[in-house]
Structure formats: C-alpha cells, structure tokens
C-alpha cells in the first residue's frame, strides 16, 4: 500500500482529501504544519507528498527545497496563487505539480496516479551488491531487510562507488560529489566519511572487506 503524506493546514480540504485517498486505496498521512510535516517525514516513508504553499509556520516552497536535496519523492504542490510566476517558482524548487485551488479532489487524484505512473515508468535504480542494496530514490541502504542509516553525504558517496563497483576511483573522482554540490572538502574529510561507513557496514572496521583502501589510488567497492 502506498503512503502519501499530506501537509496542508485546512483541515476540511486535509480531510476531504485524506478520505479520497484512504477510500482508493492509499494510506493517507497528514500534517498541519511544515514542523509537523517534517516529524512525519522523519518517523514514517512516504512515497508521495502533497504539499499546500502556505503554511502557518513557513513557506511550502521551502521546505519543497529542503526535502528535493535530500530526496527524489515526488511533490504535488497546493496553492490559491494563480499567478504564472508562482507556478514556475514551485516547479522550480522542486516539485514534480502544481496545482491551483479550488480543485476537484478527483482531478487531484488523476494527477497523484499519474504522477505514480510515471515512477513506475522510469522505475529508480536499486544498486544491488550481495547482501547491500542502495535505494537510490530514497537516499537509503539495507543490509537484507534492515535498514542502515547514512547521512546525506554518506549516500552520495556510497552512490558513487557502489555505482562503480569493481573500479577504482581517485580521490580526486570521489570529491567531486561534493563539488557538484557546492560544497568544497578536502581529503580529510573524505577519509573521515569513508571510516564512518566502514564502521556502519564491514564486520571488521579496521580489515575492510567491502571498501577498500588501493594506495597511492583511491578506493574501490569490492563486488560481492
């Protein structure tokens, strides 16, 4: 069963389209709130958000900003600006909608099946190596069933090497990543994030299995 997670603040129009989901199928989460969005977000897995524009604790737009640069769950955005400039700025900051109040809750619907579709369609990568699979949709790792938390900066760089299993990449390659995302690290750094995810995935930290170190090279994610 998917879950889609509702942040809007009216609560007749939160109801109204809580019911609509739940009755096809879906489970239905909502929050009144940015704060209260965020809670929900950070305690349950949502496949899907829709989010209105104005919230009485800040601005939709915002927190549209913050959840695309930790994920790719796909965003509906809500709003009663009719205005062309703000459509543009919502797609903008992220969302995958946008859609204008007053709507019918069956065009809403209509557009969260299609939006579904379309995942389904251009289905995300899991990257698979024996027994750790990265959802790269997600942003999260596993270990069999179990979940394995990283941090931002852990998946990107977990992407990279997972996505390049059995090849050596220079630390010159790996830093990259975080060039591409504005942020300037050194190797330090780099060293720092590689041990903190040995500690989290090898049996033996200090005798890595999985990532190793290739001197004078870089490292390399070792193919199960």
């Known amino acids: 069963m998917r879950t889609i997670l509702l942040i809007e603040d009216d609560e007749n129009l939160s109801r109204g389209i809580a019911f609509t989901f739940e009755k096809a199928g879906y489970r239905p989460l909502t929050a009144r709130s940015i704060n209260e969005g965020k809670r929900l977000l950070e305690q349950q897995r949502a496949d899907l958000i829709i989010l209105d524009l104005g919230l009485p604790d800040g601005n939709g737009m915002d927190l549209c900003k913050e959840i ?14 009719d205005l062309e400039t703000d459509e543009v700025q919502g797609l903008m900051s992220g969302a995958d909608d946008y859609i204008t109040k007053p709507f019918t ?5 209509a557009r969260v099946e299609a939006l579904f579709r379309r995942m389904e369609t251009n289905h995300h990568p899991i990257l ?38 059995g090849q050596i990449l220079t630390k010159e390659q790996i830093l990259a990543i975080w060039d591409l995302h504005g942020s300037f690290v050194d190797e330090n750094t780099l060293s720092v994030n590689i041990s903190r995810l040995r500690a989290k995935i090898e049996e033996d930290p200090k005798n890595p299995k999985t990532i190793k170190t290739i001197h ?3 490292y390399v994610w070792v193919k199960a």
């Open 68 to 81: 695309r640069a930790n994920s790719q769950i796909p965003i509906i955005m809500l709003t009663a600006c």
């Open 128 to 165: 698979q190596s024996g027994q750790f699979r990265l959802d790269t949709h997600l942003c999260k790792l596993y270990r069999g069933d179990a979940e394995i938390p990283i941090s931002v900066t852990e998946f990107r760089l977990l992407n990279q090497l997972m996505s390049n299993a």
């Open 105 to 109: 809750l069956s065009v809403l619907r």
């Open 216 to 218: 004078g090279m870089g």
